[in-house]
T-cell receptor, first 110, second 116 residues
């Protein structure tokens, strides 16, 4: 069974600082890995999708890396803003199911 | 539609009552998922539909839970004889063809169920 772990569980940084969020998974035979954002009381918004054959994906200030052999992914958010405050979830797909981590709750202080 | 649509957005029900939650996926998406997110917990897989194939119901927590998908589009999740532990956010998601590694999964805003 795929186990997904996200560290840290919570993170508080001053505005402008770079964010580093970590995700690890136990079964490296994945199809892809997705990073989602969840705002309080809202659903999930997909941020980045990394296919199993890729090593990283970038979108604006966001960059996600994938090291399948070691079962790790890292989401980098450059020059954080208060609007980046949310819970960030990592999910891996072994077939059609997604296995989710518990998330990292980020607070960016103005 | 432009995104995955779920209704109702909020539902408060009395213990023992039945509830129905509806999901309207993105047009053309063949795969549809239901997940549950309890307070302070991660997302729990409930059920998966893909086209006309038999659904994967392996995540349904008890026989009080059932789901159907009509015409390969709209899905309804039904919870019978609700219990307080059923209180959670029920999230629906859809995507394109299953097994294609590049497909993003899109989630709705969720149906927030409270059983009192």
């Amino acid at each position: 069974k795929q186990e997904v772990t996200q560290i840290p569980a919570a993170l508080s940084v001053p505005e402008g600082e770079n964010l580093v969020l970590n995700c690890s998974f136990t079964d490296s035979a994945i199809y892809n890995l997705q990073w989602f954002r969840q705002d309080p009381g809202k659903g999930l918004t997909s941020l980045l999708l990394i296919q199993s054959s890729q090593r990283e994906q970038t979108s604006g200030r966001l960059n996600a890396s994938l090291d399948k052999s070691s079962g790790r992914s890292t989401l980098y958010i450059a020059a954080s803003q208060p609007g980046d405050s949310a819970t960030y979830l990592c999910a891996v797909s072994n077939d059609y199911k997604l296995s989710f981590g518990a998330g990292t709750t980020v607070t960016v202080r103005a | 539609g432009a995104g995955v649509s779920q209704s109702p957005s909020n539902k408060v029900t009395e213990k023992g009552k039945d509830v129905e939650l509806r999901c309207d996926p993105i047009s053309g998406h063949t795969a549809l998922y239901w997940y549950r997110q309890s307070l302070g917990q991660g997302l729990e897989f409930l059920i998966y539909f893909q086209g006309n194939s038999a659904p994967d119901k392996s995540g349904l927590p008890s026989d009080r839970f059932s789901a159907e998908r009509t015409g390969g589009s709209v899905s309804t999740l039904t919870i019978q004889r609700t219990q307080q532990e059923d209180s959670a956010v029920y999230l629906c998601a859809s995507s394109g063809q299953v097994g294609i590694s590049g497909n993003t999964i899109y989630f709705g805003e969720g149906s927030w169920l409270t059983v009192v």
